[in-house]
């Protein structure tokens, strides 16, 4: 089945230690997106591919960084990860004029 | 983007017919009225999106008034599998990226 996949699912990781957080698909979507979920809360665009263009959100702090080095691929880079976010990250595609957007599992980063 | 106003929470039983309300008092002529689903622990998944009028699918109705000012999710005879909390967004319809900007959502727990 065509799909979001997400590894790891679970990730732990040391303050300060960087750390990245893969997501490919086998949809063939042109965009690809990265959100935050904090606990309790909704999920927060931190940026979206639109085919090889980034689209960084406002307030996305700077220690978050994303590649996309083909389609199929997308990968999240945390810097110098803080406590603060710990979270759950979910990746997300969709077709250019689609109506809905395909969320992976997601990968729930711990932060010691 | 127009900003969401829902429900925090709902409670209801097994076979019961469920809507959750929803407020847009500031969408936009290109504005979709989107919910999406979310499992503990799990990405949110896209239930249904309309326009105007009512749209129903196998799993849920929309219905909008005509001023689309509003929407309610209706979601007939619940069972316990669809205990989780619904997200209603409002989304511009443009041929690029989908920006979601997910609201504080409405946590429906379904009891036996």
């Known amino acids: 089945d065509a799909m979001v996949i997400q590894n790891p699912r679970y990730q732990v990781t040391q303050f300060g230690k960087p750390v990245t957080l893969s997501c490919s698909q086998t949809?063939?979507?042109?965009?690809m997106y990265w959100y935050q979920q904090k606990s309790s809360q909704a999920p927060k665009l931190l940026f979206h591919?639109?085919?090889?263009?980034?689209?960084n959100e406002a307030d996305t702090p700077d220690n978050f960084q994303s590649r996309r080095p083909n389609t199929s691929f997308c990968f999240l880079d945390i810097r110098s990860p803080g406590l603060g976010d710990a979270a759950m990250y979910l990746c997300?595609?969709?077709?250019?004029?689609?109506?809905?957007?395909?969320f992976g599992p997601g990968t729930r980063l711990t932060v010691l | 983007l127009a900003k969401t106003t829902q429900p925090i929470s709902m409670d209801s039983y097994e076979g019961q017919e469920v809507n959750i309300t929803c407020s847009h008092n500031?969408?936009?002529?290109?504005?979709?009225i989107t919910w999406y689903q979310q499992f503990p622990s799990q990405g949110p998944r896209f239930i249904i999106q309309?326009?105007?009028t009512k749209v129903t699918n196998e799993v849920a109705s929309l219905f909008i008034p005509a001023d689309r000012k509003s929407s309610t999710l209706s979601l007939p005879r619940v069972s316990l599998s669809d205990t989780a909390v619904y997200y209603c967004?409002?989304?511009?319809?443009?041929?690029?990226?989908?920006?979601?900007?997910f609201g504080q959502g409405t946590r429906l727990t379904i009891n036996p």
């Open positions: 309309g326009y105007k």
């Open positions: 500031n969408i936009a002529t290109n504005d979709y």
């Open positions: 949809l063939n979507h042109n965009v």
């Open positions: 997300a595609t969709s077709r250019v004029g689609g109506d809905e957007q395909f």
């Open positions: 591919y639109y085919d090889k263009d980034f689209n």
């Open positions: 967004l409002v989304v511009p319809r443009f041929q690029g990226a989908q920006k979601l900007v």
